[in-house]
Nanobody
Framework: QVQLVESGGGLVQAGGSLSVSCAAS????????MGWYRQAPGKQRELVAV???????EYADSVKGRFTISRIYAQNTVDLQMNSLEPEDTAVYYC????????????????WGRGTQVTVSS
């Protein structure tokens, strides 16, 4: 079983910066995609940024140019550096990963972390 543990986040004023990190552990053969989603009160969970094993990244339009995702593939970790934060970025940020636990066909996994709060005050 794969577990995701997030760290970071917190409270910052608008215009400030924060970072969140996530580490995957357990039986992992390969992580295909790893990244971040967020959910604000009363809203649906939405993609923030993901990075694939091939090295490509995808960002939500609302964070492009402000957020940067990075992965250390050998350590199964993913970080999200968030700059120029806005009150609209306030949400619980969830780490996400999907991949394969072993070489065997069907050993796929898809996991979520418990989430970490990011609050941006105006």
């Amino acid at each position: 079983q794969v577990q995701l543990v997030e760290s970071g986040g917190g409270l910052v004023q608008a215009g400030g910066s924060l970072s969140v990190s996530c580490a995957a552990s357990g039986t992992i053969f390969r992580i295909v995609s790893m990244g971040w989603y967020r959910q604000a009160p009363g809203k649906q969970r939405e993609l923030v940024a993901v990075r694939t094993s091939g090295g490509s990244s995808e960002y939500a339009d609302s964070v492009k140019g402000r957020f940067t995702i990075s992965r250390i593939y050998a350590q199964n970790t993913v970080d999200l550096q968030m700059n120029s934060l806005e009150p609209e970025d306030t949400a619980v940020y969830y780490c996400y990963a999907r991949g394969y636990e072993t070489r065997l066909v069907g050993s796929t996994f898809e996991e979520w972390g418990r989430g970490t709060q990011v609050t941006v005050s105006s």
